[in-house]
């Protein structure tokens, strides 16, 4: 047997398994990927909201980060909840220290339920860590934040923000537009140094949708090792989580917005 790819994801727990590490984990394993993983936070949450977070000390996080590239080569890194400004400052540090050439770095700020996990502070930093990514990929509230502006609404908004986003320095920015609330079409716009993109796949009609944010920035760390370009990833990652949405109902997890299948190949068979 060959050596499959490794990734990182450094991110928060979620207990309810639907988003974070779990999310994260799940989505590496699904994608023929080894995961591993550095914890930044501990949440109590389930498919409800969010009732509470436990930030870990910025000294272990680096702690963890350090300590595992000592022993392990990493094809990819995928980088989720960061919850303060010095955690986001450390893992730009260790960026810095070690370089990768495939990073996702999904600034998540507020969660679906609307809980923030990113104290107010520490969005300066978040913005000055794009640069050290390879691949940003904010919802359309969180290209708002960076961005100190309203949130996109159209098609035109989005792309507009996605240069104004590369800008500042994000190499490359996916916009995921699933919250947006008309057309039959879930639509993310992705600009790439070759251009831009426009991702389309049905939209699903769920509440399940716990998770997706945290699932389709996986699913793109996970991918880029296996194909030839960004482009390609993001094809296959959304087509991918497009069918994992198509599934969710059947796992019938919790009295909120439940995750997606992030197993919805493997159970089938």
Not at 114 to 136: I, K, T
Request: charged residues 20%; contains cysteine; aromatic residues 2%.
């Amino acid at each position: 047997m060959s050596r499959p790819p490794v990734a990182l994801t450094i991110a928060g727990s979620d207990p309810s398994g639907g988003a974070g590490i779990q999310a994260d984990l799940k989505t590496f394993s699904a994608l023929g990927v080894y995961g591993t993983s550095v914890i930044t936070a501990l949440s109590a949450q389930n498919t409800l909201g969010v009732t509470g977070v436990h930030v870990v000390p910025t000294e272990f996080v680096t702690q963890q980060l350090e300590t595992l590239i000592a022993d392990v080569h990493l094809d990819a890194i995928k980088i989720g909840m960061l919850a303060n400004a010095g955690i986001v400052v450390a893992v730009g540090d260790f960026l810095r220290h070690h370089p990768h050439e495939h990073v996702v770095l999904d600034p998540v700020m507020v969660a679906t339920s609307g809980d923030r996990l990113l104290d107010d502070d520490a969005v300066q930093a978040m913005r000055d860590l794009m640069p050290l990514a390879s691949l940003v990929t904010p919802n359309l509230a969180e290209a708002a934040a960076l961005l100190d502006t309203r949130p996109a609404r159209t098609l035109a908004a989005m792309r507009l923000q996605a240069m104004a986003l590369q800008e500042l320095g994000a190499p490359r920015v996916l916009i995921k537009g699933g919250h947006r609330e008309e057309g039959p079409e879930a639509v993310d716009l992705l600009l790439d140094v070759d251009g831009e993109t426009l991702l389309r796949a049905p939209r699903v009609d769920t509440i399940n949708t716990h998770g997706t944010g945290c699932t389709l920035s996986s699913a793109l760390a996970a991918l880029r090792p296996q194909r030839d370009s960004w482009l390609e990833a993001a094809l296959d990652a959304k087509s991918w989580l497009t069918a994992a949405l198509a599934a969710a109902d059947v796992l019938e997890i919790g009295h909120g917005h439940g995750p997606v299948h992030h197993f919805h190949q493997i159970w089938d068979r």
